[in-house]
Nanobody, 124 residues
Framework: QVQLVESGGRLVQAGGSLRLSCAASGRTFTNYAMGWFRQVPGKERDFVAVISRSGGYTKYADSVKGRFTISRDNAKNTVYLQMNSLKPEDTAVYFC?????????????????WGQGTQVTVSS
């Protein structure tokens, strides 16, 4: 079992920056690829970014490429999402997730554990 707790979401103006954190506990953190997803009410949860177990591989959704950066600190059991040049369309609940297969996939159903989410609101 892995417990994931996101933090860092808040209200920010368009063009601003935020850093989300996701703290993991319960199992060996380096056994998991880690992903970030986001969801707007009434819509499906969308892939944002993923990072491999070692941190050597990352992948991003086209909508955030060049603006968002995913990273991890395996000593602190934490994954981060640095979000720059935020847009109103980035408004969503952001979730982190852990994939024990380590496939570094953008497929939601491959992930085994999820956090509760943190709200990010970008005002225009």
């Amino acid at each position: 079992q892995v417990q994931l707790v996101e933090s860092g979401g808040r209200l920010v103006q368009a063009g601003g920056s935020l850093r989300l954190s996701c703290a993991a506990s319960g199992r060996t953190f380096t056994n998991y690829a880690m992903g970030w997803f986001r969801q707007v009410p009434g819509k499906e949860r969308d892939f944002v970014a993923v990072i491999s177990r070692s941190g050597g591989y990352t992948k991003y959704a086209d909508s955030v490429k060049g603006r968002f950066t995913i990273s991890r600190d395996n000593a602190k059991n934490t994954v981060y999402l640095q979000m720059n040049s935020l847009k109103p369309e980035d408004t969503a609940v952001y979730f982190c997730a852990a994939d024990r297969s380590g496939s570094s996939t953008n497929t939601e159903y491959a992930y085994d554990y999820w956090g509760q989410g943190t709200q990010v609101t970008v005002s225009s």
